[in-house]
């Protein structure tokens, strides 16, 4: 699904490539009919946005709410796990699932950043992609819901990514907050081991191969 790969790109950091494929990524959003309409609308105003903007105001606002904001961060097990023991485990598995799937990532990289997750999934069947989305749905939930009150934007993709899938329950979702909260995922600046390493995640990567573009 072309739409997986769109919407990994809009949630890495904003380079002159990806803002110069801003019409490619609209046409793919318009012809594959992954989103409904009031989320792909809102994709392509997101995108046009992007595309209009001074690249150097795009990667201010990404820092100020990715790199800044722990309760922000793009990584998924962070905000169940935290820096538990789970979370290494958790992504020991999933690099694992990566890597059946013939897909190589280098030592350092975090498998459970979203962009690298969605890039994943748009090399699988359509059906199966989805049921792995499912798994983290009340994750990107929870998260669009907290960045609805810093960026209607990026809680704007973010909203799409959880609609390709069924509406997680409510539970799971508020179990993701308390599990946040429990973990002190506030608004501290982010631990250096946070630095993303370059990746190598196959040809024709609609990130350029790289997890934290």
């Known amino acids: 699904m072309q ?50 903007a001074d690249l150097l105001d795009l990667q201010e606002r990404y820092v100020g709410l990715f790199d800044r904001s722990r309760s922000l961060s793009l990584h998924l097990f962070e905000h169940v796990h935290g820096e538990s023991r789970d979370r290494g485990q958790a992504m020991v598995n999933l690099r ?13 990289e975090l498998p459970d950043f979203l962009p690298l997750f969605l890039e994943f999934l748009s ?5 199966e992609a989805r049921g792995h989305l499912a798994e983290a749905a009340h994750i990107v939930a929870a998260l669009w819901e907290r960045m609805a009150r810093h960026d209607a ?5 973010l909203r799409a990514v959880a609609s390709l899938v069924d509406a997680p329950d409510r539970q799971a979702i508020e179990a ?24 190598t995640f196959g040809p024709g990567c609609a990130t350029g191969g790289r997890a934290g573009l």
């Open 3 to 52: 739409t997986f790969k769109v919407l990994a790109a809009l949630l890495t950091y904003p380079e002159a490539d990806i803002q110069a494929a801003a019409d490619d990524l609209a046409a793919a959003v318009e012809v594959e009919p992954a989103l409904v309409t009031p989320h792909r609308e809102v994709v392509l105003r997101f995108i046009d946005e992007m595309k209009k």
């Open 96 to 108: 694992a699932l990566y890597e059946r799937h013939g897909l190589s990532t280098t030592t350092r």
């Open 123 to 127: 090399v699988l069947p359509a059906d």
């Open 153 to 157: 934007g990026y809680a704007g993709v």
């Open 176 to 199: 993701v907050k308390t599990a946040a909260e429990a973990a002190s995922l506030d608004d501290a600046a982010p631990d250096a081991t946070w630095a993303e390493a370059p990746v």
